[in-house]
């Protein structure tokens, strides 16, 4: 877990879930990106991506048969945009054969937090465009309002949003996680859903999201929840499928 910024990270050192990372692999800055692209990539985070790269060293090190990476970053800010980005280049010149599968939060202008989501987020595309093997999209305006209309939370908060990606990103990575016929490792994403190299970018949808109250009684079938899977209101990006098409599909 890296952030240029101390404050995010020290909460986790501190925080419910310290338990789950080893002090060594929460790695912090002294400042922040300030939503700059440039600082994350040429300035800041050029100082801080050397140690991040020796300690995913020692972890790949350890493994006895390492499939590839999984980056979890956000295009908005300078940070995920800059750094992120910066991190995924080194990868691909030190472990060029592994795979790389990231997971991105795109800028979405309604809900923005900074003027220059936009520019930082162009600039991001252009290295998960060189530098990933398929990337999975998400945005917050989704998230949003999926909060809202299935879950029935009228204010959500980011502990909402991270939680509900939690559950998103631990039901794709299931099958790597457990025996299956499908997507048994990282590159089989790559073979089953990517059919040109440069047409990696995803959308994933999950069915159904239902809030808690409603779980006991709400009955659905097999075909209702297939259907739903390809609703507008299911997918995490805010975007219409049904206005394209589909070049593959793989439902877990």
């Not at 300030?34 to 493994?63: M, P, Q, S, W």
């Not at 990606?165 to 794709?172: K, M, V």
């Not at 209101?233 to 206005?243: I, L, Y």
Request: hydrophobic fraction near 40%; charge should be negative.
């Amino acid at each position: 877990m890296v952030d240029l910024e101390p404050t995010v990270v020290d909460e986790v050192r501190t925080g419910t879930y310290r338990q789950l990372f080893h002090p060594e692999q929460l790695i912090s800055g002294k400042e922040d990106a300030a939503n700059n692209f440039a600082r994350g990539h040429y300035t800041v985070g050029k100082e801080i991506v050397d140690l991040v790269l020796d300690r995913i060293r020692k972890l790949a090190d350890n493994c006895t048969g390492l499939q590839g990476f999984m980056v979890f970053n956000t295009c908005g800010g300078g940070t995920g945009s800059g750094l992120g980005c910066l991190l995924l280049e080194r990868l691909s010149v030190d472990y060029g054969k592994k795979s790389k599968i990231s997971f991105t939060v795109w800028a979405c202008p309604q809900i923005s937090t900074a003027v220059v989501e936009a520019y930082t987020t162009v600039l991001c595309v252009h290295s998960l465009l060189e530098h990933t093997d398929v990337t999975i999209m998400y945005d917050n305006e989704a998230l949003y309002d999926i909060c809202r209309r299935s879950l029935d939370i009228e204010r959500p908060t980011y502990t909402n949003l991270n939680r509900m990606l939690a559950q998103i990103i631990s039901s794709l990575t299931a099958s790597l996680r457990f025996d299956g016929a499908l997507n048994v490792d990282l590159t089989e994403f790559q073979t089953n859903l990517v059919p040109y190299p440069r047409i990696h970018f995803m959308l994933s949808s999950y069915a159904p999201i239902i809030s808690a109250e409603k779980a006991y009684h709400e009955q659905l079938s097999v075909a209702e929840i297939t259907m739903s899977v390809f609703e507008p209101a299911s997918m995490f990006v805010k975007c219409d499928p049904r206005h394209g098409k589909y070049m593959a599909c793989s439902k877990l």
